[in-house]
Each structure stands twice: as structure tokens, then as C-alpha cells.
């Protein structure tokens, strides 16, 4: 107990000593002797505080401890107003520099001991006079070592400075709540504006002026301070007027935004760079840093000064890239809520930075409106306006910060009590703003490295959709249940923020895929830059199909921003079209490319499928409405696009079209009652058969071809040209007659492919040797499926087929060379080539092509196609190609996929869950127990690896 009392003892007479030296220098200024001596006095007084001599005395003598407290901070007091009082000429002697340095220690000792004694409101007031030493004196000082340009003894002089200011502002005022009603009084007096926001924006100056520390440690407390500061003077009640203030002073916003991008967003950046654990753990001063930092940036005081700074030239990128590398380098996983929020905080933090900043370029990089003036314009703060080159470089960092933001959203969700959370609501709405943002840049080709990004950050995206629908729902249900009188619920009025990320996430990324722009100066890309766009293509590619299988499977479940209805499945099939083109460009040469494209192709066109099936299923019983009538044009067009980017493997199409033909079948029958709507219906058709055979996809795929002659279809398509070419008013007769010649002369082409498609299929079921250089669906078929076709083709029922196949192809021939004939006679009347097409050609090709579907049908080809699904399938992570597991994580090939495992029996597929593996074996048509014995047999006759 003695040694305790000795310890308080010695506290009181440090303090006692300290109030001595700060009179001393008061007296003599320039008095290097007393400078030092009071440096050392503050130092000692340190030392006792590190000990536990403080604490010792809060438990022993409160009340004296406050007294001396109050002695202390008066002479601190009288020692500004010494200083004051020669109109701080004292200051040009460093001793008196010194000395306000070590008197600042002592303030910033006062406030924080009086914030731990829990002092009454009075006391806590009179402590606070101590705050004219650091707003006058100590301002006059950093003035002073900022002219001098001494790096390192300003460094010291704003971090004494601030630790007093932090501890006056913040701890006293804010952790003390008896305390707390004095600080109104304060901010009215010794902290009014003019007094504390004079400091600050000398103390700002110096921060930024400052360069980096040596000392991480020190800068990083330093900064805190500083922020802890700003934020209480800008968002808290007592400081209303100072925020006030700040609003109407450009020239201190501007201060305060470039101490905040230029050296704060700096120093947590490189802290997250180099132990990014350190910004995660919620205890340290890196964490606390990023967290006030953001709670500055977006104060709605500073807003024109954080814009005014991101003008100048420089910073906007500068900002633009450390903001985002703060996120992207914390560490990946985790799902404890502390870990959650802390995720939250960087993200936030930089997505707040980059809003701004994308707003900052958008804004001023507009082309002035009275179309006059360069590019580059000065304003009033003197900053340099040139930023339309900037958005571009900036705007990318939203788009690679979309994956970390996804995962975010993912922990929050997790760790959340409802749809309702402040926290997890914000960072959704601020990403979503920032993706309208990026919306508005052009993106048409990107390199590889920003293809990558782009297809990771839309697959994130997709991968978000179904978590938003479920928070969506909720906050939906919760709307619908608050009390309309007396107490709301929390969260209601909210927007649904939900519903905003996700419209944005599919509208700016996933439906603009943007393509692989040329290399440079007509040089290759590097191999391996193409792979991994590729890579990340095709695992958003899967992902959309996944997405489709997810909503497909229950008539319940809808996006956030998107109720799935028939207008509704057109979009994603859009956004699949696109990704599906993109990934077949980069993908490789060989036997692997080969896989990839081929199993691409197959789960494009299962996704298609299940959107077509689940489209036509929700039509409603009836009269069909002119909206659904749209949106299965829509649709049905969809899917042409479909076909026509997966007809590079048409063996894998063989049968599957029958959804196309489903739905203009429902397009094109007559709607009852509505007489009115053939007119649509007819244009419908036109616009359909012109989508298919003038993009290639007919004449590439004569599977397509066949199924839309045998449907009737395509018969239909050509009557409404006749009826459109007969109504046509002479204005629109020329317009009319070009569209018609160019689709006439894509009919003939897709015709002259459907009838080399038959006489091959006649060649081949008779035995004959296979035509070099086909491209249907024989050539899918294995050595082993040939020989038994060969071997068959002396069965009666094959011999029979194999005469019609020929018959139907020289039949075709005949009258293509007819047509020809005729049309050149009538000296290309395109009235005359659309009539021979409907009463020569279609009824040649309609035969031709129920001819070749029935050799489809047959064992060997069923069996041919089943073998070559197989393989496409299996060389994806998730063999199944009807997976619904949006979540699935890892890589889109096989044994990529995380948790996936092999088929028992073939060793040779892989699928994410047992669910997806029954699923995939019962599947009707062409699963895998048609094709696992024939894969195991394949694998045991292979050769071995090296």
C-alpha cells in the first residue's frame, strides 16, 4: 500500500512541477533552459502514466487528482496567453516552439485524465480552457513550422497537437457522459469556429504537407486523431454551427478533402498492403482509421471540397486506385460478424471514394454547354477540370471491387437480423449508385486483363441475385406489415435498395459483356491473358446457366428487380447470348478447346430450354394479350440468337429445338376473339425467319432449318411476306423489296445446306464412305457407331430411308437449280422468287427435312449424340447441365469446382452435389445412364499419361 501512495504521491508532484515549468516559460518564452526542462517534465509525467501512476490516483484521491488536473490546465492557460499577448512573436525561438509542443502533451494529459475521472460538466469545462493552447499558440506554431520547412519537427508538433485535440473533442465529450452537457459551452467558446476551425485548417495543411512517417505507428495515431476530430466537429449536435461553417468555406473544405485522399487514404492503403490483417481486426488503429476516414469523406459538408480536390490533376485516379486496394487486399473468407463489419467498413470506404469520384468526373467532364472552351478549365480554388480522360481508369475500379463487395454483402447478410440493417442496406445502395456510374461509359472492347475483371465482377453479380430476392422479399414483407399509426417498424420508408443493386448488377454488367478488343499494332495477344478471360467467361457463363436452372425450377422465385414473367426470360437469355460469344472467342485451340466449346454449346442451350419451357409456361389460358404476343417474339428471337451462337456443334442440337418451335407456334396461332392481331403476328414472323436465316444460323445449323420447315413455321413466315409485299405502299415498296431480296437470297443458302445435309445422311446410311469436310450431325458419331450404322444400312428399314434421303435430296437440288433458273428469266423479280419458294421449294424442303429428322431418330445417331453431350458435359465442373447451384465456387472445368466429386462409375464427370448427380442420371433423353458405361470403357482403352 505504501509503495501505492508513493506512486500517487509522485504523480501530484510531477504535476505540481509541470504547472511550475508552464509558468517559467510563460514568463520567458525564449528560455531554452525552462523549454527543456518542462519537455522533460512532461516525458517523466508519461512515464508515471504508463506505470499505473494515473490509475493509482483515480482510485485513491479522485477529487485531489482533479484538482491538480485543474491547477494544470490553467496554467497551460496562462501560458497561451502569455504567448498571445506578444502576438506570438515568442514562437519564432524554437525553445518556445518546444515549450508549446511539450504544453500540448500536458493538455491532451489533462483532458484524457479528466475523461477517465467522469469529472462534473463545471470541471470538465474548466479543463477544457487547456484547448486555447492548441487552437492559438500551437496554431501560430505549425504556421510557423510549416514556413520553415522542417519535416520532422512539424510532424511532432501535429501529433502533441492532435492527441490533445482527440482527447478534448472526442474522449471528453463524447465518452463521458456526464461530461457531455459541456460541450455545447465549449464549441461556444474556446472551441467556437473561428477558434477550432482556424486550427484545423492549419492542422490539415500540415498533415498534408507532411511526408510519410518512418514510424507507421505514429502517423497512423496521428491520422486517427485527425479524423476523430473532423468527424465530431462535422457530424455531431454540439458542432452544428462549425459544420455550418465548414459547408460555406470552400477554401477549408478544400484543406480538409486533400489532408483526407491525400495522406489518410494513403496511409490506411499501405497498411492494407502490407498486413491486411491489420485492417480486419477491429482493435486497431488501422481498422478505426478506415472507418472514420469513410465517415468523413462522405459528411455532406465536405462534399464540394471532396469533389473541388478529386479536380485537381491526379487525384482522381490516385484516390481512385488506392481506394479500391484498400478492399482488395484484406484477406478472403471468413464469416464471424466482427470479420463481416469489417469487410463492410473497407468496402464501404472505397466504394464512398469512388462514388464520389465517379460523380466529381461525370459531373465536371461534361463538355460545356455553350459548346465553347477546351477540355481543361480552372476554377475558383484554382483547380485544373480535365477528368473526361480519368473516368475511364477510375470507373474500372468499381467494376474490380464488385467481387469483394458481393462477398460483403454475402457476410453481412449472414452475420444481419433481417433485411432491414442500416449497415448492410447502405453498402448495397452505394454499390448500386456506383454501378449506374459505370453504366454510362462506353465499353464496347477491352483488353484481356479488364475482360477478366469484367466477367468476374458480373459473375459475382448473378451469384448476388438470390440473396437479394430473399432480403428483397423480406423487406417487402416487413412494408407490408408496419403499423400505419403510432410506432414504425425499422426500416420502414426505406427504397428498395435491394432491388436497385440487383437491376444494376444485371443491366451494367451482365448484359454488357463487353468483347476482346483487338491487340495492339496488329499483334496476338498473349496466350495466357486470353485463357484467363476465358476461364472467367466461361465460369459466368455457367453461372447464368445456373441462374436460369435456379429460377426455372420454382414458379415462385423471382429477382429483386426482375419478376420473372415472359418479358423477363428474353433479358437473361440476352445476357447468356453474350457471355456464350464472348468465351467461345477466347477459347484455345485442340482437343481441349474443343471440350470447352463443346460443352459451352451444350449447357447454353439447356439454359435456353428451361427459360423457353418456363416462359411458355407461365402464358395464361386464352386469348393471347398483344404484351405476351411481344414477349414471345422477344423470346422466341432470343433463342434464335441461342442456336445461332451454339451451331458450331450442331450434333448437340439434334432434337432440342422443339421450345422455338413451341413458341411462335403460340405467337402464330390465331388469338381468339382478336381478329385485330394477325397483323402483329405476320410482321412477328417475318421479323423471325429474317433473324434466322439472314444470321447464318439456318444454313450453319440444318438442324434448326428442319425443325422450323416441319413445324410450319417456315411456310407461315412466307405467306405474311406476301401479304406484307402486297400491302406495301409505294413509299415502302423499295425498302421492302431489298429486305425481302436479302432474305431470300439467306433462304436459298440455308435450303442449299439442308439438301447437302440430306445426300450426306443418304451416303452415310447406305455405307458409303464419309464425305470429307461434313459438318452435321454424323460427324458426332464415334468409329464404333459407324460401323453398326454401316452395318445396318443392309436392314430393310435403313435401305428404305436411305432411297428416300436421296430421293428428297436430288428432289431439293433440282428445284434450287430451278429456282435459280427462273429468277435469272424474270430478271430477279423478287414477287417471282418469294412465289417459287412457296410453291416449289417448301414443299422439296419439307420433305427433305422429315426425311433427315427420321434419320436422326435412329438408334446409332440417338446413341452418336448422347456420347458427344457426354463428353462436352463432362469436361465442366458440374456435369449436369440443369445445375441450379447459383454458389457454385472454383473453377467452371472439371475437378474445379469446389466440393465437387467423380461419378462412381466412369471416374469420368464430376458433379457438385448428390442431388445434381440423380438428377443428371435420370434425365430424360440423354443423361448419364445412357452414356456411363460407354465413358468407363473409353477410360480403361485410353492411353496412359505420361
Same mark, same amino acid.
Given at each position: 500500500?505504501?509503495?501505492?501512495?508513493?506512486?500517487?504521491?509522485?504523480?501530484?508532484?510531477?504535476?505540481?512541477?509541470?504547472?511550475?515549468?508552464?509558468?517559467?516559460?510563460?514568463?520567458?518564452?525564449?528560455?531554452?533552459?525552462?523549454?527543456?526542462?518542462?519537455?522533460?517534465?512532461?516525458?517523466?509525467?508519461?512515464?508515471?502514466?504508463?506505470?499505473?501512476?494515473?490509475?493509482?490516483?483515480?482510485?485513491?484521491?479522485?477529487?485531489?487528482?482533479?484538482?491538480?488536473?485543474?491547477?494544470?490546465?490553467?496554467?497551460?492557460?496562462?501560458?497561451?496567453?502569455?504567448?498571445?499577448?506578444?502576438?506570438?512573436?515568442?514562437?519564432?525561438?524554437?525553445? #518556445? @516552439?518546444? *515549450?508549446?509542443?511539450? %504544453?500540448?502533451?500536458? !493538455?491532451?494529459?489533462? +483532458?484524457? $485524465?479528466? =475523461?477517465? /475521472?467522469?469529472?462534473?460538466?463545471?470541471?470538465?469545462?474548466?479543463?477544457?480552457?487547456?484547448?486555447?493552447?492548441?487552437?492559438?499558440?500551437?496554431?501560430?506554431?505549425?504556421?510557423?513550422?510549416?514556413?520553415?520547412?522542417?519535416?520532422?519537427?512539424?510532424?511532432?508538433?501535429?501529433?502533441?497537437?492532435?492527441?490533445?485535440?482527440?482527447?478534448?473533442?472526442?474522449?471528453?465529450?463524447?465518452?463521458?457522459?456526464?461530461?457531455?452537457?459541456?460541450?455545447?459551452?465549449?464549441?461556444?467558446?474556446?472551441?467556437?469556429?473561428?477558434?477550432?476551425?482556424?486550427?484545423?485548417?492549419?492542422?490539415?495543411?500540415?498533415?498534408?504537407?507532411?511526408?510519410?512517417?518512418?514510424?507507421?505507428?505514429?502517423?497512423?495515431?496521428?491520422?486517427?486523431?485527425?479524423?476523430?476530430?473532423?468527424?465530431?466537429?462535422?457530424?455531431?449536435?454540439?458542432? #452544428? @454551427?462549425? *459544420?455550418?461553417?465548414? %459547408?460555406?468555406?470552400? !477554401?477549408?473544405?478544400? +484543406?480538409? $478533402?486533400? =489532408?483526407? /485522399?491525400?495522406?489518410?487514404?494513403?496511409?490506411?492503403?499501405?497498411?492494407?498492403?502490407?498486413?491486411?490483417?491489420?485492417?480486419?481486426?477491429?482493435?486497431?488503429?488501422?481498422?478505426?482509421?478506415?472507418?472514420?476516414?469513410?465517415?468523413?469523406?462522405?459528411?455532406?459538408?465536405?462534399?464540394?471540397?471532396?469533389?473541388?480536390?478529386?479536380?485537381?490533376?491526379?487525384?482522381?485516379?490516385?484516390?481512385?486506385?488506392?481506394?479500391?486496394?484498400?478492399?482488395?487486399?484484406?484477406?478472403?473468407?471468413?464469416?464471424?460478424?466482427?470479420?463481416?463489419?469489417?469487410?463492410?467498413?473497407?468496402?464501404?470506404?472505397?466504394?464512398?471514394?469512388?462514388?464520389?469520384?465517379?460523380?466529381?468526373?461525370?459531373?465536371?467532364?461534361?463538355?460545356?454547354?455553350?459548346?465553347?472552351?477546351?477540355?481543361?478549365?480552372?476554377?475558383?480554388?484554382?483547380?485544373?477540370?480535365?477528368?473526361?480522360?480519368?473516368?475511364?481508369?477510375? !470507373?474500372?475500379?468499381? +467494376?474490380?471491387?464488385?467481387?469483394?463487395?458481393?462477398?460483403?454483402?454475402?457476410?453481412?447478410?449472414?452475420?444481419?437480423?433481417?433485411?432491414?440493417?442500416?449497415?448492410?442496406?447502405?453498402?448495397?445502395?452505394?454499390?448500386?449508385?456506383?454501378?449506374?456510374?459505370?453504366?454510362?461509359?462506353?465499353?464496347?472492347?477491352?483488353?484481356?486483363?479488364?475482360?477478366?475483371?469484367?466477367?468476374?465482377?458480373?459473375?459475382?453479380?448473378?451469384?448476388?441475385?438470390?440473396?437479394?430476392?430473399?432480403?428483397?422479399?423480406?423487406?417487402?414483407?416487413?412494408?407490408?406489415?408496419?403499423?400505419?399509426?403510432?410506432?414504425?417498424?425499422?426500416?420502414?420508408?426505406?427504397?428498395?435498395?435491394?432491388?436497385?443493386?440487383?437491376?444494376?448488377?444485371?443491366?451494367?454488367?451482365?448484359?454488357?459483356?463487353?468483347?476482346?478488343?483487338?491487340?495492339?499494332?496488329?499483334?496476338?495477344?498473349?496466350?495466357?491473358?486470353?485463357?484467363?478471360?476465358?476461364?472467367?467467361?466461361?465460369?459466368?457463363?455457367?453461372?447464368?446457366?445456373?441462374?436460369?436452372?435456379?429460377?426455372?425450377?420454382?414458379?415462385?422465385?423471382?429477382?429483386?428487380?426482375?419478376?420473372?414473367?415472359?418479358?423477363?426470360?428474353?433479358?437473361?437469355?440476352?445476357?447468356?447470348?453474350?457471355?456464350?460469344?464472348?468465351?467461345?472467342?477466347?477459347?484455345?485451340?485442340?482437343?481441349?478447346?474443343?471440350?470447352?466449346?463443346?460443352?459451352?454449346?451444350?449447357?447454353?442451350?439447356?439454359?435456353?430450354?428451361?427459360?423457353?419451357?418456363?416462359?411458355?409456361?407461365?402464358?395464361?389460358?386464352?386469348?393471347?394479350?398483344?404484351?405476351?404476343?411481344?414477349?414471345?417474339?422477344?423470346?422466341?428471337?432470343?433463342?434464335?440468337?441461342?442456336?445461332?451462337?451454339?451451331?458450331?456443334?450442331?450434333?448437340?442440337?439434334?432434337?432440342?429445338?422443339?421450345?422455338?418451335?413451341?413458341?411462335?407456334?403460340?405467337?402464330?396461332?390465331?388469338?381468339?376473339?382478336?381478329?385485330?392481331?394477325?397483323?402483329?403476328?405476320?410482321?412477328?414472323?417475318?421479323?423471325?425467319?429474317?433473324?434466322?436465316?439472314?444470321?447464318?444460323?439456318?444454313?450453319?445449323?440444318?438442324?434448326?432449318?428442319?425443325?422450323?420447315?416441319?413445324?410450319?413455321?417456315?411456310?407461315?413466315?412466307?405467306?405474311?411476306?406476301?401479304?406484307?409485299?402486297?400491302?406495301?405502299?409505294?413509299?415502302?415498296?423499295?425498302?421492302?423489296?431489298?429486305?425481302?431480296?436479302?432474305?431470300?437470297?439467306?433462304?436459298?443458302?440455308?435450303?442449299?445446306?439442308?439438301?447437302?445435309?440430306?445426300?450426306?445422311?443418304?451416303?452415310?446410311?447406305?455405307?458409303?464412305?464419309?464425305?470429307?469436310?461434313?459438318?452435321?450431325?454424323?460427324?458426332?458419331?464415334?468409329?464404333?457407331?459407324?460401323?453398326?450404322?454401316?452395318?445396318?444400312?443392309?436392314?430393310?428399314?435403313?435401305?428404305?430411308?436411305?432411297?428416300?434421303?436421296?430421293?428428297?435430296?436430288?428432289?431439293?437440288?433440282?428445284?434450287?437449280?430451278?429456282?435459280?433458273?427462273?429468277?435469272?428469266?424474270?430478271?430477279?423479280?423478287?414477287?417471282?422468287?418469294?412465289?417459287?419458294?412457296?410453291?416449289?421449294?417448301?414443299?422439296?424442303?419439307?420433305?427433305?427435312?422429315?426425311?433427315?429428322?427420321?434419320?436422326?431418330?435412329?438408334?446409332?445417331?440417338?446413341?452418336?449424340?448422347?456420347?458427344?453431350?457426354?463428353?462436352?458435359?463432362?469436361?465442366?465442373?458440374?456435369?449436369?447441365?440443369?445445375?441450379?447451384?447459383?454458389?457454385?465456387?472454383?473453377?467452371?472445368?472439371?475437378?474445379?469446382?469446389?466440393?465437387?466429386?467423380?461419378?462412381?462409375?466412369?471416374?469420368?464427370?464430376?458433379?457438385?452435389?448428390?442431388?445434381?448427380?440423380?438428377?443428371?442420371?435420370?434425365?430424360?433423353?440423354?443423361?448419364?445412364?445412357?452414356?456411363?458405361?460407354?465413358?468407363?470403357?473409353?477410360?480403361?482403352?485410353?492411353?496412359?499419361?505420361?
Amino acid at each position: 500500500m505504501s509503495v501505492r501512495i508513493s506512486m500517487t504521491q509522485q504523480m501530484f508532484a510531477v504535476i505540481r512541477q509541470c504547472g511550475d515549468a508552464l509558468r517559467r516559460v510563460a514568463a520567458s518564452p525564449g528560455s531554452k533552459h525552462d523549454a527543456d526542462r518542462l519537455t522533460a517534465l512532461s516525458l517523466r509525467l508519461a512515464d508515471l502514466d504508463s506505470a499505473g501512476g494515473f490509475a493509482e490516483c483515480q482510485r485513491a484521491a479522485v477529487e485531489e487528482t482533479t484538482r491538480e488536473l485543474l491547477a494544470l490546465a490553467e496554467r497551460a492557460a496562462g501560458f497561451n496567453a502569455a504567448i498571445k499577448q506578444g502576438n506570438f512573436a515568442a514562437l519564432s525561438a524554437e525553445p #518556445a @516552439r518546444n *515549450a508549446v509542443m511539450a %504544453a500540448s502533451s500536458l !493538455a491532451a494529459y489533462c +483532458v484524457h $485524465a479528466a =475523461a477517465s /475521472l467522469e469529472v462534473s460538466a463545471q470541471d470538465a469545462f474548466r479543463i477544457s480552457s487547456a484547448a486555447a493552447l492548441i487552437f492559438e499558440s500551437g496554431r501560430a506554431t505549425l504556421a510557423i513550422e510549416r514556413a520553415l520547412g522542417d519535416a520532422a519537427a512539424l510532424r511532432k508538433h501535429v501529433f502533441h497537437q492532435l492527441a490533445a485535440a482527440f482527447a478534448l473533442t472526442v474522449q471528453l465529450y463524447q465518452l463521458n457522459q456526464q461530461a457531455a452537457a459541456a460541450a455545447a459551452a465549449f464549441a461556444g467558446s474556446m472551441g467556437r469556429p473561428a477558434a477550432l476551425l482556424g486550427w484545423l485548417q492549419e492542422v490539415a495543411a500540415a498533415v498534408a504537407a507532411c511526408p510519410a512517417s518512418e514510424d507507421a505507428d505514429e502517423e497512423s495515431g496521428s491520422l486517427l486523431a485527425f479524423c476523430g476530430v473532423l468527424h465530431t466537429v462535422l457530424d455531431t449536435p454540439p458542432f #452544428a @454551427r462549425h *459544420a455550418a461553417d465548414v %459547408a460555406a468555406n470552400p !477554401a477549408l473544405q478544400l +484543406v480538409l $478533402a486533400r =489532408a483526407l /485522399l491525400q495522406r489518410c487514404l494513403a496511409v490506411v492503403a499501405a497498411a492494407a498492403l502490407s498486413a491486411p490483417g491489420a485492417v480486419l481486426d477491429s482493435a486497431s488503429t488501422q481498422h478505426v482509421l478506415l472507418h472514420r476516414l469513410a465517415l468523413c469523406i462522405k459528411a455532406p459538408s465536405l462534399n464540394a471540397g471532396i469533389s473541388r480536390c478529386l479536380r485537381e490533376p491526379g487525384n482522381a485516379p490516385a484516390a481512385g486506385r488506392r481506394a479500391p486496394a484498400v478492399a482488395a487486399a484484406l484477406p478472403r473468407g471468413g464469416g464471424d460478424g466482427v470479420v463481416a463489419k469489417s469487410f463492410a467498413v473497407a468496402v464501404e470506404c472505397a466504394y464512398i471514394v469512388l462514388l464520389v469520384v465517379c460523380k466529381s468526373l461525370l459531373t465536371e467532364g461534361a463538355p460545356p454547354q455553350n459548346g465553347s472552351g477546351s477540355g481543361r478549365q480552372a476554377d475558383a480554388e484554382g483547380c485544373s477540370t480535365s477528368v473526361s480522360s480519368e473516368l475511364p481508369e477510375v !470507373a474500372w475500379h468499381v +467494376v474490380r471491387l464488385v467481387p469483394r463487395a458481393a462477398e460483403t454483402v454475402q457476410l453481412l447478410a449472414a452475420d444481419a437480423s433481417g433485411a432491414t440493417d442500416g449497415g448492410l442496406q447502405h453498402l448495397c445502395g452505394i454499390v448500386g449508385t456506383c454501378l449506374l456510374l459505370v453504366g454510362q461509359l462506353p465499353c464496347d472492347q477491352v483488353a484481356p486483363a479488364q475482360l477478366a475483371a469484367w466477367a468476374e465482377a458480373a459473375e459475382a453479380g448473378l451469384c448476388l441475385q438470390p440473396l437479394l430476392a430473399r432480403l428483397h422479399g423480406q423487406w417487402e414483407r416487413q412494408e407490408l406489415q408496419q403499423p400505419r399509426q403510432g410506432q414504425a417498424v425499422a426500416g420502414s420508408g426505406l427504397p428498395p435498395i435491394y432491388a436497385l443493386l440487383s437491376r444494376e448488377l444485371l443491366n451494367r454488367l451482365w448484359l454488357r459483356m463487353p468483347n476482346l478488343a483487338p491487340a495492339p499494332d496488329g499483334a496476338a495477344h498473349e496466350d495466357a491473358a486470353v485463357q484467363a478471360a476465358g476461364e472467367r467467361l466461361w465460369q459466368a457463363h455457367s453461372t447464368g446457366c445456373r441462374l436460369v436452372h435456379w429460377l426455372a425450377a420454382d414458379a415462385s422465385r423471382c429477382l429483386a428487380s426482375l419478376p420473372v414473367s415472359l418479358a423477363a426470360w428474353p433479358r437473361l437469355i440476352l445476357g447468356l447470348n453474350l457471355a456464350h460469344e464472348r468465351a467461345a472467342n477466347c477459347v484455345g485451340p485442340g482437343a481441349r478447346g474443343d471440350l470447352i466449346a463443346s460443352g459451352l454449346c451444350l449447357a447454353h442451350w439447356q439454359a435456353v430450354k428451361a427459360a423457353m419451357d418456363a416462359g411458355l409456361a407461365g402464358l395464361p389460358a386464352g386469348p393471347i394479350s398483344d404484351s405476351d404476343q411481344g414477349g414471345l417474339t422477344d423470346l422466341a428471337l432470343a433463342c434464335i440468337v441461342a442456336f445461332s451462337r451454339a451451331c458450331e456443334r450442331p450434333g448437340t442440337l439434334v432434337g432440342q429445338l422443339a421450345p422455338v418451335c413451341q413458341a411462335v407456334d403460340a405467337l402464330a396461332a390465331p388469338a381468339q376473339g382478336r381478329p385485330d392481331s394477325t397483323g402483329l403476328q405476320g410482321q412477328a414472323l417475318i421479323q423471325l425467319l429474317r433473324s434466322t436465316v439472314e444470321s447464318g444460323a439456318a444454313a450453319a445449323c440444318p438442324p434448326l432449318l428442319a425443325d422450323f420447315a416441319t413445324s410450319g413455321l417456315l411456310g407461315q413466315a412466307l405467306r405474311a411476306w406476301s401479304q406484307q409485299l402486297a400491302a406495301a405502299f409505294d413509299e415502302q415498296l423499295a425498302q421492302v423489296r431489298a429486305e425481302l431480296d436479302a432474305c431470300l437470297r439467306a433462304c436459298h443458302a440455308a435450303l442449299e445446306a439442308l439438301a447437302n445435309t440430306v445426300e450426306r445422311a443418304s451416303v452415310m446410311l447406305n455405307g458409303a464412305a464419309h464425305a470429307a469436310g461434313c459438318n452435321s450431325v454424323e460427324d458426332a458419331g464415334s468409329q464404333t457407331a459407324r460401323a453398326a450404322c454401316a452395318a445396318e444400312a443392309v436392314d430393310g428399314q435403313a435401305a428404305e430411308l436411305g432411297s428416300q434421303l436421296a430421293a428428297a435430296a436430288q428432289r431439293l437440288h433440282r428445284q434450287l437449280a430451278a429456282a435459280v433458273t427462273d429468277g435469272h428469266e424474270e430478271q430477279g423479280s423478287v414477287a417471282r422468287e418469294l412465289q417459287l419458294l412457296q410453291d416449289q421449294l417448301l414443299p422439296a424442303a419439307l420433305d427433305a427435312a422429315a426425311a433427315l429428322q427420321r434419320y436422326w431418330a435412329r438408334p446409332e445417331q440417338v446413341s452418336a449424340v448422347r456420347v458427344v453431350m457426354a463428353h462436352g458435359a463432362a469436361a465442366r465442373s458440374c456435369a449436369n447441365l440443369r445445375c441450379p447451384n447459383v454458389g457454385l465456387e472454383g473453377g467452371p472445368a472439371a475437378g474445379q469446382g469446389r466440393g465437387c466429386k467423380r461419378c462412381g462409375g466412369c471416374r469420368a464427370v464430376f458433379y457438385c452435389s448428390v442431388a445434381c448427380s440423380k438428377a443428371d442420371w435420370r434425365s430424360a433423353g440423354g443423361g448419364h445412364k445412357w452414356t456411363c458405361a460407354a465413358l468407363a470403357a473409353e477410360a480403361e482403352h485410353a492411353p496412359a499419361g505420361p
